[in-house]
């Protein structure tokens, strides 16, 4: 996942949320959490989804448990964790 050697390696995740109805704006703000790159309310299935950068599994494990999951709107999350992303242009 490093790109010519100048870049940190790390691994890259979605995390697909649901919400308490009408609390999705909430989530979105996570952008403030460190690691959350991306955060979008989405329509449809789930309610927010968020790009999440983590240096390890450990650190996207802590993200999501104790950052993401604890947040008191939060009814479920579903994490997919990217197996390839292209470098930046």
Do not use: C, W
């Not at 697909?16 to 955060?39: C, D």
């Not at 989804?49 to 950052?67: F, G, H, N, T, W």
Request: aromatic share 8%; no cysteine; hydrophobic share 40%.
């Amino acid at each position: 996942m490093s790109y010519r050697g100048s870049r940190r390696k790390y691994i890259r995740a979605f995390v697909l949320v649901t919400m308490k109805p009408g609390t999705s704006e909430e989530i979105v703000r996570s952008r403030r959490i460190r690691g959350v790159k991306i955060a979008n309310s989405v329509l449809g299935r789930y309610d927010a989804v968020l790009v999440v950068e983590a240096k390890d599994l450990q650190d996207l494990k802590r993200i999501i448990y104790e950052m993401i999951e604890q947040h008191p709107n939060v009814l479920h999350t579903e994490t997919l964790i990217s197996i390839f992303h292209p470098p930046p242009y």
